[in-house]
């Protein structure tokens, strides 16, 4: 069966009047495939730059409109989810936010929440959290905070059984 998911890498790219700039870096292309800016932007000109695939693509169509404001009903983890897997991928649950489809014991949801590249890829990179010894003190626990949409629990436990809310959205 022929696979519409070949793109890897992809730039949605805005003229601003003397040169590219990209507005939005993704993973997949596909059917269906939405893109919820930011931030409005006005140009001239788009161009979508193919960065990589698995095999020659091919483009359809691409459709750019002014919605104003991104959908209401999607959530900020819905949009990470669709720049960063194939419908296919969203539907079979590999995108799902307790899945860890690269196999490094890192789930998507904190994949989404500190901002780490591709959700398929494992992640090598530094530790993502840190926790710095106080004297007479709880640690100093740390973690970079990558998307503002998401909602960050810091919880405590003495047996790792039992667990209680340190903080919320720190």
Known sequence: ASNVYRCTGFDLQAWDGNDWTTIHTGTTLGESRRIDLSAPVTTSKLRLQ??????????WMLKVQDSGNPDPDRSAYD????????????????????????????????????????????????????????????????????NRDARYIVEISEDLS?????????
């Open 50 to 59: 193919i960065l990589s695939s698995t095999s020659p693509i091919s483009i």
């Open 79 to 146: 949009v990470w989810q669709d720049q960063h897997f194939s419908l296919a991928e969203i539907n079979t649950g590999l995108a799902n936010p307790q899945a860890t489809p690269a196999n490094d014991g890192v789930a998507n949801a904190l994949k989404f929440a500190l901002g780490i590249g591709d959700a398929r890829k494992a992640y090598n990179g530094p530790a993502l959290t840190t926790l710095t010894p106080r004297a007479g003190d709880l640690p100093l626990f740390g973690f970079f905070r990558a």
């Open 162 to 170: 039992a667990w209680q809310t340190l903080s919320t959205n720190p």
